[in-house]
């Protein structure tokens, strides 16, 4: 368990413990129906060391649950249970397929004078739903992204390939899970997207026109920019699930510095051929090897229709990334991939200092950034574009908010309040000694902002809000 810094509160010295994951296991009941045959039903089950009948009584309990409220809704079965220690929190991922985390609550460990035990006290309500409801969402959405349904897997190899790639899949992914970095942008799920003006964009267009015509091979193409997104090919819900695994798994692990723009000495140009700074992220670490492989990671898309399997090629030029996705049933040669890093190298090191360049000269042309008085997360549900001046580091491992954990909270439950009503909407809340939260609903879109005005009062607030929505959001949002 992470421990965050003791604190004193009333004498007594306190050590607070965050959530962390106690169990994740995935179960289908129709695979054990008959007394004695209940192990049948766990196809994945963490952690693997735990009894057998314990893990057999965990998941009839979970069963049991969920067949007991759907006495009440069938529609609508268990979302989550809440108990003093822990949180459960239930998922039909496919037709009676289904994925529990059970979550251990927060809790403070106070030490008693007089040589007494120290005092657990439980944080059940420091856990909102929303925020591990997404979480464990998101846990089969990446599943499915490199392994395709629960189903297509039972229908190639049966229940036994099911398990061994449930198990080759989630052994891995579960240690990346850091539930304490979890937030409202899980709830989100949304997109960054690189702000570029047009030249530069219709560039990057003929960039991917220009590839994909060259290399006939390619289905998809993706673009991104400092883990911005700029151009995708995919469908929304596809290119969601990868930028996650981009974001917060692949790009964190291949950082390199950032180069400058055009006339930096990093970019030599010898004889008229420039030397590039492109590379494989995924796929061969060297293609100059005689003994690399050319083997690349395989991702599922459309898996509700037409469900293709593509080869996921992965390249970088400095800050820049493109993510070309050609069909599984392809065999890609060590000459198709020489051929990708001679095309897109040169040219793709040439647009990243472009928009490198471009991106300096705006920054220089609003002027230098003050501390503002305020700090803000928007969404909007309908392209998935996320913006957050919160957060200065959110990665799967780490998520450093520049705010008290309690203003996230107070985020995540206005965030709770949108959901339950269709109507555009606004929340004011007074926090802490010097905090104001403020939340803003309007046509499918969401802003959430934290001032710090010790002195304001709700006129105040309200009018700088205005204010911040007139120049940051304008034509965005059309509350009064």
């Known amino acids: 368990m992470l421990m965050i810094s003791p604190r004193m509160a009333s004498g007594m010295q306190e050590k607070l413990y965050n959530p962390s994951l106690l169990s994740f296991f995935v179960y289908n009941p129709s695979f054990g129906p008959r007394e004695g045959e209940e192990e049948k039903k766990i196809l994945f089950y963490h952690p693997s060391d735990v009894e057998k009948n314990e893990k057999i009584r965990n998941v009839g309990l979970c069963e049991a649950i969920v067949q007991f409220t759907r006495t009440f809704c069938p529609t609508k079965p268990a979302k989550s249970l809440h ?4 949180r459960q929190f239930f998922f039909e991922a496919e037709d009676s397929f289904w994925i529990v985390m059970v979550v251990r609550n927060p809790w403070v460990e106070k030490t008693n004078k007089d040589g007494k035990p120290p005092t657990i006290e439980y944080q059940e309500e420091e856990i909102l739903d929303t925020v591990y409801g997404a979480v464990l969402r998101q846990c089969y959405s990446m599943y499915k992204l490199f392994n395709g349904t629960f189903v297509r897997a039972m229908e190639t190899g ?18 990346t899970l850091h539930l304490q970095s979890c937030d409202l942008l899980d709830v989100f799920g949304g997109i960054a997207f690189f702000p570029l003006d047009k030249m530069t964009y219709l560039k990057i267009q003929s960039f991917v026109n220009r590839v994909e015509e060259s290399l006939s091979l390619i289905k998809y193409t993706t673009f991104l920019y400092n883990d911005q997104l700029i151009w995708s090919g995919l469908e929304q819900d596809d290119m969601r699930i990868l930028y996650k695994y981009l974001t917060t798994s692949l ?44 083997r690349f990671p395989r991702i599922f898309v459309n898996t509700k229709d037409s469900y293709e399997e593509l080869h996921l090629i992965v390249y970088k030029a400095m800050s820049a990334a493109v993510c070309f996705m050609i069909s599984a049933s392809m065999e890609l040669t060590r000459e198709f991939c020489e051929q990708l890093d001679s095309l897109v190298g040169p040219q793709l090191t040439l647009l990243a200092s472009d928009i490198c360049e471009q991106y300096n000269v705006n920054r220089r042309i609003s002027g230098p950034e003050k501390e503002p008085q305020f700090k803000f997360i928007y969404f909007n549900h309908m392209n998935l574009a996320e913006k957050s001046t919160i957060h200065m580091r959110k990665t799967a491992s780490v998520s450093l ?11 995540g439950d206005i965030n709770c309040d949108f959901a339950r009503v269709d109507e555009d909407e606004e929340i004011i809340v007074k926090a802490m000694t010097d905090y104001w939260v403020v939340g803003k609903k309007s046509d499918q879109r969401e802003l959430y902002v934290i001032l710090n005005q010790k002195n304001a009062n709700l006129i105040e607030v309200n009018e700088e809000v205005k204010r911040l929505c007139a120049t940051q959001f304008n034509n965005i949002f059309f509350l009064d």
């Open 401 to 411: 908010t520049s705010v008290h954990p309690d203003l996230m909270k107070i985020l």
């Open 251 to 294: 790009f964190p692990r291949h950082s390199e510095p950032e180069l400058a723009g055009r006339d930096s000495p990093l970019r030599p140009e010898v004889a008229g051929n420039l030397l590039h700074y492109g590379r494989f992220l995924t796929g061969p670490a060297n293609i100059k090897d005689p003994e690399a492989k050319f």
């Open 83 to 86: 108990t003093q220690k822990n």
């Open 158 to 175: 049966g229940v036994e390939l099911l398990m061994q790639k449930l198990e080759k899949f989630f052994y891995r992914y579960l240690q």
